[in-house]
């Protein structure tokens, strides 16, 4: 199978994140991508949630969601490992527990890959997977010394920090998340002032 990866925090998973897996297989051909939440990633903080709610949304996110001959799954291997998350370290998770008939690739923003020069051992990841970048904050493509390309995706700017910062302030952000991860955030009261349970 043809495999993408998609790595984040997934704090909450949001519609952005879906469109992503979806262009991965109608504009790379892709017939699955792996769902990788971090631990600790490197270029962020997680912020409101323990590992195991990030999880549960990731799971009612994706079981009401389906694109024909696309298989997704959740691989949960960063959550296992102690340390920082880095995206080396979740390739070569990828490549020691599946079987891939030809680079993976690896699905990130434009706002992730603007920096991407200065990951961990970026010049190996590059060698070992195909970067597919997706617009969400820039109008035009970035430039960068490591082979990738777009998708021809409409921008989507939300992010989950802004997701969070609008469930803090009350004000509208339902409709930026499945249903059944909004009904979870309102439940549980995630991402409100002392809502960490």
């Given at each position: ?29 892709y017939d699955r991508v792996l769902f ?147 009904r979870y955030i309102a439940d549980h ?9």
């Open positions: 199978m043809r495999t993408a990866i998609l790595g984040g925090t997934f704090n909450p998973v949001h519609w952005g994140h879906l469109l992503l897996a979806e262009l991965a297989h109608l504009e790379a051909g990788i939440p971090t631990r600790k990633p490197a270029h962020k903080t997680i912020e409101g949630v323990r590992d195991e709610q990030r999880l549960e949304m990731l799971q009612l996110a994706l079981e009401g969601f389906s694109v024909a001959d696309l298989t997704i799954k959740i691989e949960a291997c960063e959550l296992y490992r102690p340390g920082v998350s880095d995206s080396i370290d979740t390739v070569l998770c990828v490549d020691e527990n599946y079987v891939l008939e030809e680079r993976a690739g690896l699905l990130l923003g434009d706002d992730l890959f603007e920096s991407f020069d200065t990951w961990k051992d970026a010049s190996e990841l590059a060698q070992k997977v195909d970067l597919w970048v997706a617009r969400r904050k820039f109008s035009d493509p970035l430039v960068s010394r490591f082979p990738h390309r777009y998708f021809n995706n409409p921008r989507f700017p939300v992010s989950s920090s802004e997701i969070r910062e609008r469930v803090q302030k009350n004000q509208a952000w339902r409709a930026l998340v499945p249903g059944p991860v909004a009261q995630l991402y409100r002032q002392g809502g960490l349970e």
